[in-house]
């Protein structure tokens, strides 16, 4: 029972579970029936259903608690690996061990070496660079014959391997950005236009400086998650680098906005950016419209899959623009190189993972240890298991903010 409760059982909770199984032997069931009886009513009790971290009597002027050692234990392993505690961060708990920094800091390394950290993968990079929603996308066949499901999970396998590659390779964060390695199997190869392996294992790949690819903004999950079926969108993308890199989404767009012309229609008429100037013409579109596309166009040389292309329909492409603060730039490769330079992609991880790791979303009362965080992070060469010891030894992490009429 404290194993699935995951800290250790009252002795109220405990003669309580007792009284069960002797209210079931009264009514004359076997041993066995009855200790099973007590098993299930262990395990449908809110204690094994849900995260418990509970509220002491609020006095007056508190605002929050640390979490005691078996509660931070589950917030740590939840974080990290999705799952309960292992013994070990059991045993730390309940010698009352785990709540010291260098005992921490050593559990993260080992929790990230760990297999089990794939969990961060799946569900953290999944939600932040949004590859989990890669099965709902479905290019127009007709166009994009050669995407299937197997090329579909080649993309999304790249993305997951890329990702732990970092965290436990203990890379800095902005190798997110821009990389010389890849991890490729012969679909995706073939898919890129590179050379890489023939079968279906994936194997990490070197990039020279003659591929157009390196780093997440290039890999074909995320170019082909934000396009449309029959075409790219550089309003998606622009929109998903500014929510999801830089942190600073758009507001939503006004009512009754007019739908480009489709493929068919406008291909006549120019390329897609040329089409698409139209949105910075309208005053209630521009003001958006002025930080997204020219994003977007930055990653016109990559179609809806994610294949390189020299022209769109016929027609050059044009893949320079300027970034709010004037910045200009040509291509992708040239914007991802800007935004490496930027606090604002550092400080958009922080509050992703943080997020992610809190289970909640952040509040104003947070900004203190975003600041600690980020300071951590750039006295540490922005290293990927630097941001997670920062989040885990935060006030934030190993406290729990207290609700009541008093705050």
Not at 155 to 184: C, G, Q, V, W, Y
Not at 319 to 325: I, K, N, Q, T, V
Not at 344 to 369: Q, S, W
Request: charged share 25%; aromatic share 8%; net charge negative.
């Amino acid at each position: 029972v404290t194993k699935a409760w995951r800290r250790p059982v009252t002795d109220d909770a405990l003669q309580r579970l007792l009284q069960i199984v002797d209210q079931v032997l009264e009514e004359g069931a076997p041993y066995g029936e009855a200790i099973q009886v007590a098993v299930q009513a262990a395990l449908t009790s809110p204690w094994f259903l849900y995260r418990w971290e509970l509220d002491p009597v609020l006095q007056e002027g508190e605002g929050s608690r640390p979490l005691d050692a078996y509660e931070l234990a589950s917030r740590l392993s939840y974080f990290l690996w999705s799952s309960m505690p292992d013994e070990r961060l059991f045993s730390l708990a309940e010698a009352g061990e785990l709540t010291r920094p260098e005992v921490l800091r050593s559990e993260v390394k080992r929790m990230l070496d760990d297999p089990k950290s794939e969990a961060l993968t799946r569900n953290f990079a999944g939600q932040w660079l949004q590859f989990r929603n890669l099965e709902s996308v479905t290019p127009d066949p007709s166009l994009f014959p050669d995407f299937n499901p197997k090329l579909r999970d080649a993309m999304k396998k790249e993305t997951e391997l890329f990702f732990t590659t970092i965290m436990r390779e203990n890379r800095p964060l902005t190798d997110f950005l821009e990389a010389d390695f890849t991890f490729l199997n012969g679909p995706l190869a073939r898919h890129y236009g590179v050379d890489g392996p023939q079968g279906d294992a994936f194997e990490r790949v070197r990039l020279d400086a003659t591929v157009p690819r390196g780093g997440i903004l290039t890999q074909a999950s995320v170019l082909t998650l934000t396009s449309n079926p029959t075409r790219t969108s550089p309003v998606l993308r622009g929109k998903w680098i500014l929510e999801q890199i830089l942190g600073t989404p758009p507001p939503p767009p006004p009512p009754d906005v007019p739908e480009l012309e489709s493929d068919q229609e406008g291909a006549l008429r120019g390329s897609l950016r040329e089409r698409m100037e139209q949105h910075r013409l309208k005053p209630e579109c521009a003001t958006c419209h002025e930080k997204m596309d020219p994003i977007g166009f930055a990653f016109e040389h990559f179609n809806a899959v994610g294949q390189w292309r020299e022209v769109d329909g016929g027609f050059p492409i044009d893949a320079s623009g300027e970034l709010p603060d004037g910045t200009r730039f040509d291509g992708a490769r040239e914007l991802v190189r800007q935004l490496k330079t930027r606090d604002t992609f550092v400080l958009c991880v922080i509050e992703k993972m943080l997020t992610f790791a809190l289970g909640r979303g952040l509040e104003y009362y947070d900004k203190c240890t975003i600041d600690t965080i980020h300071q951590d992070l750039r006295d540490h060469d922005l290293a990927f298991q630097s941001l997670v010891e920062s989040i885990v030894l935060s006030e934030s992490f190993q406290q729990r903010q207290l609700e009541g009429e008093n705050l």
